[in-house]
């Protein structure tokens, strides 16, 4: 497939943009994340190597949260004695560019600043290796129009952003190597080794007490490049653990190889992956650049590690993994990477412990899964998630102990893996006993309230949960909680049936204990018996017990109530709660999974209603909304709802501030939210499981107006297809 170049860029300096383009121009490799920083930035203007399934908790009164590693592209440059660097010397800059090139993973940056004797330039070139994962690599060249004495102070930099640290409590510092412990006995070492070019006159290296700096100095003549390459090694006590192979600090990789290896590693990246939108060149860098996004936060270095919901671009919700990997990622994933795809639920597996635990804890049976999951499934939620902003106290909030529908998440993840694959595998590695918890988990949530007259089934009902809209905290009967959690049921039913199969032609796979049947036969009985959703007189599902009587408002009353533009909107003080305006697609993210079972007029009643009072507060909710619209055929109102998810990051952020924790970072469901439109949503790709033996594929497409082709290609059950679909033609050809 042809592709144009993909590159992101930003002219001129703008200071105050620090830390959306930290997040904006991100690196990564899957092991770790590098922001889009200047160089010459401290801790205050928030770089960060931020690695990949790592954490600490620094003191008991402060959250548990990812590492960020001494950061090994720090660098400054002098020049005749006077600093240039940013932001200090922001009103010498006569020109300045930000980029970074998607199809070949490498972050630019050029800044020209005007001094009293004339013009003087920095060009950097960095990247995070794709084949080497533990490795880093930056460029750094510098010339000016007159002839100078310069300086680059170049190094490691150990006092890195902290949202919950300080982190490291003791520093091991020797030439070109800084080594942060935590208490805990976790460490993170970053090595480094700089090579100048140019006429270098000095070089000396200060260690301080939690950085190493290499002083290089020049002679340098008019219109001459000098500066240096440096290779850097990230690497942390806990490597052999996660790490497939993990990789020794090689110093003999030399910086040109490296690079090379990386346009190559991208260049057939994009071969497979690119996804060509034909009459709108916006969504086509949109979509590409989430892709691009999804890729280097792909843990393919790792046997069972999933992805934060910020990425690797902090340590913004505690780099723990959401609801948001199974329900909003995981899809790309299948269809470009199985692989990888198998490597995000095997993290599942590994925290089925944890499941287990925090069930018991809560008073369950089964397993209930963390709402932010660190790892081997450790709850890393607090029940105090929220600050007053009024009286600066924690708020009791629910979303760990009452958001019941993560559970069923990854039994959705598992069923969406194993049909798409073909592959079961991950049944018999721990999959299926995760499925067989989170069905026990539900089973022991049921109730029933409402006493039968004779001879009529019970109902079986969930209540005091709190639904993905998460404004609305203890309620019964959430429409979508009910239905993930029967979709257990069944696919519990369907995995247990085909581990039956799998056992007879090999029983070593699995020792299919006797109570298996018995949950079987349990559920088969239960399933008819599950309350069905609450439906008004024009198709309208209600989203909770009782959610019809609250106010009806609309989104902009509701926030003109606000007293502080920082105040949580939901729980009980919060001005969403006793409105009917929901954080985040609630009901329609239902409609959109089981859009099978609906009319097409029910589903487009319920954005009718839903959609303006919907305050899009998540960065989840656009996507579903679009997904409906387009199941609907009005892929033109889709339309804004994709752009909005394609291009989280790139567009300026509505909110980066939360008082005054940091809630930037990147956004990688959006990022999946936004693949999954394109593929399911306006391609309109059905993949219909297997019966009597066979699948099929087929497509009902969706295209906005104004595109002309989109073409793609997908991987299901091991086959390798190109797809391309206009608004009069769908062409599937396998590869
Ligand atoms: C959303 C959750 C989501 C989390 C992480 C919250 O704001 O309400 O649904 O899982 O962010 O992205």
Known sequence: MSMKKLVITE??????????????FLIGNGYMGVRGTMEEYGAEYMPAVNIAGVYNLASPEKWRESLNAPNPFFAKLFVDGEELSLPNSADKVVFHEHKLCLTCGIHFRKTTFKTAKGNVTIETQRFASMTNFNTLAIKYSVVSDYDCLSKIVSGI?????????????????????????????????TSAKDIPFGDVTNSKIENGEKSTMNELSFSAKKGVEFGFSKIAFVQ??????????????????????????QKQYWEEFW?????????????EIALNYSIYSLQIVAPRHANALSIPARGLSGQVYKGAVFWDTEMFMLDYFILNDPKTAKTLLKYRVDGLKGALEKADREGYNGAFYAWESHEDGIEACSKFNVTDVFTGRAVRTYFDDKQVHISSAIAYGMKKYVSMTGDYSILFEGGLDVVVECANFYLSLLTSRIFPKAGSPRKLEILDVVGPDEYHERVSNNAYTNRMAKFVFEFTLEALNIAKKAIKKNPSLYPFPESLNALKAGL???????????????????????????????????????????????????????????KQADVVTMLAIFKDEFEKETMQANLDYYEPRTEHGSSLSACMYGLLQCFCDVPDCAYPMFLKSAEVDIVAPKKLWAGGIYIGGSHPASWGGAYQMLVYGFAGLKHNTKTKGKSSISFDPHLPKHWKRVSFNMTIEGKKYSVKITHDKVELNQI
């Open 524 to 582: 088969k009985k239960i399933i008819p018996d599950m309350i069905d959703p609450k439906v008004n007189k024009d198709g309208v599902i209600e989203q909770f017990d009782g959610y019809f009587d609250l106010e009806d408002v609309s989104v902009d009353e509701v926030r003109s109530r606000l007293k502080d533009p920082r105040e949580y909107w939901g729980g009980s003080n919060g001005v969403a709660y006793p409105t009917q305006v929901i």
């Open 236 to 261: 942390t006590s806990l490597d052999d653990k996660i790490s497939k192979e993990p990789r020794k600090a090689n110093f003999l990789l030399k910086y040109d190889d490296l690079r090379n290896e």
């Open 271 to 283: 071969k497979n992956s690119f996804v060509s939108i034909e009459g709108d060149e916006k969504a």
């Open 157 to 189: 930099d150990g006092v890195v952003w902290d949202i919950n640290g300080p982190h490291f409590t003791s520093f091991n510092v020797t030439d070109n190597v800084v080594t942060g412990i935590c208490d805990s006995g976790v460490s993170v070492t």
């Open 11 to 24: 002219m001129n300096y703008n200071k105050e943009a620090y830390a959306h383009f930290g997040t904006k």
